[in-house]
């Protein structure tokens, strides 16, 4: 489930740090900034992770929760 959120989540990042950083200028990362070469441009590792890991980590959580949570639907074969 978490990959339906990460995989478009990071394609929208390297699409904006693209976008950003090449296309409009707006802005460059200091040379402090660890980076990814994505197909021949660099992406920030620090907002890279963000989408990998607060997605995965907001479901597993949310997942964890409910399992304890919610009622378990009956099974009608052990009457």
Request: cysteine-free; glycine content about 8%; hydrophobic content about 55%.
């Amino acid at each position: 489930m978490a990959l339906f959120v990460v995989i478009p989540a990071v394609g929208y990042t390297a699409l904006s740090e693209w976008i950003n950083t090449i296309a409009r200028g707006s802005w460059a990362y200091s040379a402090l900034m660890p980076v990814v070469n994505l197909g021949g441009f660099e992406i920030g590792l620090s907002p890279l992770f963000q989408w990998i890991v607060v997605p995965s980590a907001a479901f597993w959580w949310a997942r964890r929760v409910t399992r304890f949570t919610l009622p378990r639907p009956l099974n009608p074969g052990n009457g």
